[in-house]
Nanobody, 129 residues
Framework: QVQLVESGGGLVQPGGSLRLSCAASGFTLNNYAIGWFRQAPGKEREGVSC????????YTADFVKGRFTISRDNAKGTVILQIDSLKPEDTAVYFC??????????????????????WGPGTQVTVSS
């Protein structure tokens, strides 16, 4: 399994932005599809965004579309989730995850946690004034 680690979370005011990063210990994520999920207290983990192995397709959940953007930093071998116009309801722990095998991210196909087997420990995002 891939060992993942997230970074970039923090406390931000409503309307602010954060740039979350997902990296793997010792190697690049360029060869993996990567998904981003979040889990708020007392709620189920939900899929937010996903990028395919060759970055030729992405998925972004409707409830964050227009505010969340997923991309790759191929030079660093990381996957970035840019979060803009943050709202209090975005408060959650954000996780990145890798599937056990080939996975194609596409809009219109929901992102399910059970399709992903390798998870990072998460990074806390808190949106509050």
């Amino acid at each position: 399994q891939v060992q993942l680690v997230e970074s970039g979370g923090g406390l931000v005011q409503p309307g602010g932005s954060l740039r979350l990063s997902c990296a793997a210990s010792g190697f690049t994520l360029n060869n993996y599809a990567i998904g981003w999920f979040r889990q708020a207290p007392g709620k189920e983990r939900e899929g937010v965004s996903c990028i395919s192995k060759f970055s030729d397709s992405t998925y972004t959940a409707d409830f964050v579309k227009g505010r969340f953007t997923i991309s790759r930093d191929n030079a660093k071998g990381t996957v970035i989730l840019q979060i803009d116009s943050l709202k209090p309801e975005d408060t959650a722990v954000y996780f990145c995850a890798a599937p056990p095998g080939p996975y194609y991210c596409q809009n219109g196909v929901p992102l399910w946690p059970h399709d992903f087997s390798s998870w990072g420990p998460g990074t806390q995002v808190t949106v509050s004034s």
